[in-house]
């Protein structure tokens, strides 16, 4: 996931940070604006992880830090949820100067609430998503514990939230209060989605109801069921970002994919800072990549496991074809793979340091699922190892490379395996 570190300016003069994640697909593509929850930042795992999810799929996303809070200018304790919204104003305004106009908001818990309200307030938002969001913004002052009563008094008290303490002066409570969420959300005239938990502990899944029910249609609910309030869970997170994708397509426009093309059979193509790749083999798109152990995205398959895949697949068709030939009864395949160097050298004279020197190794295991006889068994062992893919990847090879446009061919032999 292409990632860009970058700063806006809000109304009231603040640089505040954020992060733009942009699909691998070149532009134009639809961009998706992302509140984060009370008190956190643009980097809490739930919101990168839907945000990987949307991208993956297309989309840009833009997610930042409020006011005062993560990487961004200002003092927390003079903010509001009136200036959240004016911050999600602020980097709508960004994305339409340097980017795209956003088409989609989301929202996580408070963050939520913050974007049913802004999205009325920015034109070019289609479709509205509440994640774990409360339906009315003071329902937040139940994190404070028992310190309203003190800020009430006072004018402002040090709570502690997550582990860390923030001030939180009356102004605050003052602004929430204020809040006229039932006619915001009546008047939304926007596709809204509400996701939720039920499981939720911090903000219960009532909210969820009277949000939906508040709303007009085209309204949408979806359970995150068994995650809990800040999606902790990675996989929540995910499936939380691919259920938007597909939703926010309903109500988007979706720019035409430009698919790569090529005179042969297949083409590649890596852009960017990292090493997750396109691959476009004929109709048919792949992504491959590197773990994230070696600076990858982990968005695919690394091209050793490509490899396996190809021989594995060419092995299970070899076999299923042979089978079907001569009417065995095998109706199931599964092929077993790694690579590996193996402690052999192809030549005994070989330096030992030198790890090309060592042998190519494939290790295969094949499950042969069918009434099926030893003898059949083994004769399918037999033809496995003429599959075309193994077969080429145990004979001498030739290498034709040129740069794109010189008619010179550089060719080179190799044995693999």
Known sequence: MP???VTFQNKMGYQLSAKIDLPLKKAPFPFVLFAHVFTGSKNLLAAKHISRALTMNGFGVMRFDFTGLGESEGDFSETNFSSNVEDLQDAAAYLAEHYEAPSVIVGHSLGGAAAIFAAGKIPSIKAVVSVGAPSYPEHVTHLLSDKTAEIEKRGMAQVNIGGRKFCIKKQFLDDLRSQEHET?????????LVM????DKIVGIENAANIYKLARHP??????DGADHMLSNKNDAFYAGNVITSWAKRYIKFPKVEKLTTEKEVVVRLEGEHFTTEIQADDHSIMADEPASVGGNDFGPSPY????????????????MYARRKKWDLQEVLVHLSYCKSMAYADHKADPEKSNSRIDRFEIELELIGDLDDAQRARLLEIAEKCP????ISSPSEFAMRLKGNPEWQVTGSKLG
Do not use: D, R, W
Request: aromatic letters at 2%.
């Open 389 to 392: 893919v193994h077969k080429t």
């Open 184 to 192: 915001v959300i009546k008047n939304l005239n926007k596709g809204l």
């Open 305 to 320: 496991e490509l490899l396996n895949a190809s021989l594995g697949a060419c092995t299970a068709m070899t076999l299923k």
């Open 196 to 199: 939720h938990s039920p499981q």
């Open 3 to 5: 990632s860009k570190k």
């Open 219 to 224: 309204k949408s609910f979806v359970s995150i």
